[in-house]
């Protein structure tokens, strides 16, 4: 079983990610963290013109041991030099190798990102799309932040994920859209633990829908 989500920014699609794998016993992917990896490769370069070469290559060169040191990878810096190559198209062409391959292993996979419903796994048996508003993402991402000991200005952090949201939602090479038949899940009012429920409970239902042979969305 391949399951997608998506969503934006801070909207608990990794956490949930993570819940759903756990559940069904399958390996996760973070896509976010593959293209902050290449962010980061190329982050001294973001403001000279080699910055675009530079990321095609690291791109190029990514493999599994680049994903190390998550704490700097999911820094909010990383996150925007993320967002920066992520609109360079043969970033994303060398990105969608690795995805696809994960995703394409026996027994499947659970992967989280923007573009998994739409471009990586049009085919998912599953696909997921999770929203919150603006302002309890910037919070959760705010108290994500202060539990290691980031000093953090809301203000600032609130700007920062409506620009990334708006930059990704741009993007000509992206795909950042609720797939046709995804699921949304909205999960602003949702704790933790009542998203995963209710993820749970989507997988459930369209899996006992398609063992009877129908569709659902
Ligand atoms: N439903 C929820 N209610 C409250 N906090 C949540 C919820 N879901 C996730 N969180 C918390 O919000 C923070 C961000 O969650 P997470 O990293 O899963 O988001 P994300 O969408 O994967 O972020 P990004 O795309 O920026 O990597 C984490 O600290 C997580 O524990
Ligand atoms: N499938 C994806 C995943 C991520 N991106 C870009 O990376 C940035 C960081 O992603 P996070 O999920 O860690 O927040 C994101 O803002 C996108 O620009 C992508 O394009 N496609």
Request: net charge negative; glycine share 12%.
């Given at each position: 079983m391949i399951i997608a989500v998506d969503g934006p920014a801070a909207s608990g699609k990794g956490t949930l990610a993570t819940g759903l794998a756990q559940h069904y016993g399958l390996p996760h992917l973070d896509t976010g963290l593959l293209y902050r990896a290449v962010g980061r490769a190329v982050g001294d370069y973001e403001d000279l013109?080699?910055?675009e070469a530079r990321a095609i290559a690291a791109a190029e060169a990514l493999d599994a041991?680049?994903?190390?040191?998550?704490?700097?990878?999911?820094?909010?810096?990383?996150?925007?030099l993320a967002s920066k190559v992520a609109v360079i198209g043969p970033v994303r062409q060398a990105l969608f190798e690795?995805?696809?391959?994960?995703?394409?292993?026996?027994?499947?996979?659970?992967?989280?990102?923007?573009?998994?419903?739409?471009?990586?796994?049009?085919?998912a048996?599953?696909?997921?799309?999770?929203?919150a508003d603006s302002k309890a993402r910037m919070e959760r991402r705010a108290r994500q932040l202060e539990?290691?000991?980031?000093?953090?200005?809301?203000?600032?952090?609130?700007h920062q994920i409506e620009e990334r949201d708006a930059r990704d939602m741009l993007n000509?090479?992206?795909?950042f859209y609720k797939a046709a038949d995804a699921h949304l899940l909205e999960t602003?009012?949702?704790?933790?633990?009542?998203?995963?429920?209710?993820?749970?409970?989507?997988?459930?239902k369209v899996m006992a829908l398609k063992a009877g042979g129908r569709t659902s969305s």
């Open positions: 013109p080699e910055f041991g680049h994903l190390t040191d998550i704490a700097e990878l999911t820094s909010a810096r990383s996150g925007v690795f995805q696809r391959s994960f995703a394409t292993q026996a027994g499947g996979a659970v992967l989280d990102g923007r573009d998994i419903g739409t471009k990586i796994c049009p085919d048996d599953v696909k997921l799309f999770i929203q539990a290691r000991g980031v000093v953090v200005d809301r203000y600032a952090l609130f000509p090479h992206g795909g602003t009012h949702l704790g933790i633990e009542a998203a995963l429920r209710a993820a749970i409970a989507i997988v459930e």
